[in-house]
């Protein structure tokens, strides 16, 4: 079975500052890795996703992941952060297309607070 | 295209009654999801359809949770009787055949007092 964990129930950054927010996975096979970000009070939105091509993975609003296989992580940066981004993060994987990926497992969130 | 449909957006109601969840998937999706998401236990996959046939229901709480999927465009999240514990965002989801992207839709926020 697959997992992911997310370090950091809750990380507060500085407006400008770099965001990190660390995923770490558990897969028996190749997985596809996803990072979902999800606005007050509404549903989850598709930041990026990883499915075994390039292991540098840039998404929407100027985030990008890294997929590290040595590490078996992906973690999501971005280099100036926005009042904007404050939201919740999940990070989510699911099994390679060869081992049936269906289901998506989510990790427990991380909840991004931006400092003014 | 429209994204992921569902009815309703926000529902109180009181313990023991019937609560139906709606969902509209993407046209042309063949992956339907149904998720849950609490404080306590994060997003929580209830159930998935695959081509309207329910393929694994083993995140169904309790035989209280029932799902259908009649037809391509339209799948049903019920709970009879309903408890306050069942208070929660139900997420529908899709996703195309050979696709790898599931798409969410807003959430039913329940309220079960």
């Known amino acids: 079975a697959q997992s992911v964990t997310q370090l950091g129930s809750h990380v507060s950054v500085s407006e400008g500052a770099l965001v990190l927010l660390r995923c770490n996975y558990s897969?028996?096979?190749?997985?596809?890795l996803f990072w979902y970000v999800q606005y007050p009070n509404q549903g989850l939105q598709l930041l990026l996703k990883y499915t075994s091509a390039a292991t540098l993975v840039k998404g929407i609003n100027g985030f990008e992941a890294e997929f590290k296989k040595s590490e078996t992580s992906f973690h999501l940066t971005k280099p100036s952060a926005h009042m904007s981004d404050a939201a919740e993060y999940f990070c989510a994987v699911s099994l390679g297309s060869n081992f049936g990926n269906e289901k998506l497992t989510f990790g427990t969130g991380t909840r991004l607070t931006i400092i003014p | 295209d429209a994204g992921v449909i569902q009815s309703p957006r926000h529902e109180v109601t009181e313990m023991g009654q019937e609560v139906t969840l709606r969902c509209k998937p993407i046209?042309?999706?063949?992956?339907l999801f149904w998720y849950r998401q609490t404080m306590m236990r994060g997003l929580e996959l209830l159930i998935y359809f695959n081509n309207n046939v329910p393929i694994d229901d083993s995140g169904m709480p309790e035989d209280r949770f029932s799902a259908k999927m009649p037809n391509a465009s339209f799948s049903t999240l019920k709970i009879q009787p309903s408890e306050p514990r069942d208070s929660a965002v139900y997420f529908c989801?899709?996703?195309?055949?050979?696709?790898?992207?599931?798409?969410f839709g807003e959430g039913s926020w329940l309220t079960v007092v």
């Open positions: 989801a899709s996703r195309r055949q050979l696709g790898n992207t599931i798409y």
């Open positions: 046209s042309g999706h063949d992956y």
């Open positions: 897969s028996s096979v190749p997985p596809y």
